[in-house]
Each structure stands twice: as C-alpha cells, then as structure tokens.
C-alpha cells in the first residue's frame, strides 16, 4: 500500500526512519538528510526531493529551521519512524 505522510519540524528537531524506499519531499523550510551506506549528507530547499533506498541504513533528517516534509512510499508491517527534539549543548544555542 502506497502511503503519504506530512510532518512539521521546528529547527533542530530530528526524523528518523528505520526502514526506507521512500521519497522525502521538502515542503518548506531546509533540510538535512543523511544515511549511513551512501556517502553523502543531503540539503534539500522547498520543492526538492531524495530517495532513501532500503538496505543503507537508518534515514537521518533534520530541519536546519522551522520546515515541513512529505514522506511517501510503501508501509511496510513492522516500519517505525521516530520525531523528536535535539537540544544543543552549546552555549548560547538553546
């Protein structure tokens, strides 16, 4: 079964995907993808889009400021996905 899911991401915040062949849609804002196995760290702009083939890895992307994204592809049984907040260490970056 095809499926499309949106999510809102406010800076820093981080999806992750544990299963993939699906296409990630940046929607507005920028932002970061990587996955271990390709070799590359992605920045998508509004409009862009990349394809997370199964079998590279756990699928890291983060919005390098307010945005959203359109994940499309096939739900698998078992498939999870994880939304959550990464607070800086760094001084003066809270």
């Not at 096939?74 to 999870?80: D, S, T, Y």
């Amino acid at each position: 079964m095809r499926k499309t899911d949106h999510f809102r991401l406010l800076k820093g915040e981080i999806y992750t995907r544990s299963k993939q062949d699906v296409d990630i849609t940046c929607l507005t804002g920028s932002l970061w993808i990587t996955q271990p196995g390709t070799g590359q760290d992605i920045v998508l702009s509004p409009g862009e889009s990349y394809w997370a083939e199964k079998g590279k890895g756990k699928l890291v992307v983060q919005a390098l400021c307010d945005a959203s994204l359109q994940v499309s592809g096939c739900r698998a049984h078992g498939e999870n996905y994880q939304v959550r907040t990464v607070i800086s260490s760094r001084p003066g970056t809270a």
